[in-house]
């Protein structure tokens, strides 16, 4: 009996565990952009943005979702170059590498964000 108690306890924090890792703050490779992603509200807010501060608190990502495979979310992303939202696939290579897979027709374009402990000011 002890034994099952202790097992379920222990995949429930591993359950939560898993279910907090795309949450966090994540920094564009190239743009001096940062998001905060929270799993919970399947959002990504833009919380910094040294070349447009008038996009803070704009929603990069929206209706963040699990996917079908573990490690895998879907849902959309704000692509800057055609106005509008896009559906992204988002998976973790590793944790600290966040990748938004983006498919337009037959062009595909991924983008990978650095996971930053926090956002530093301008």
């Not at 696939?89 to 944790?95: N, Q, R, S, Y």
Request: charged content about 15%; proline content about 4%; overall charge neutral.
């Amino acid at each position: 009996m002890l034994k099952s108690v202790v097992t379920a306890a222990f995949l429930f924090v591993c359950n939560i565990c898993t279910a907090s890792d795309l949450s966090g703050f994540w920094q564009h490779p190239k743009d001096s952009v940062w998001l905060d992603v929270n799993e919970a509200l399947g959002t990504g807010i833009a919380v910094r943005n040294d070349d447009d501060p008038s996009s803070i608190g704009f929603a990069v990502l929206k209706g963040v979702v699990a996917g079908p495979k573990q490690g895998q979310w879907s849902g959309q992303v704000y692509v800057p170059q055609l106005g509008a939202y896009k559906q992204v696939t988002v998976t973790l290579p590793d944790a600290n590498t966040l990748k938004m897979k983006v498919k337009i027709g037959i062009i595909s374009r991924s983008l990978e964000w650095s996971r930053v402990s926090t956002i530093s000011e301008t």
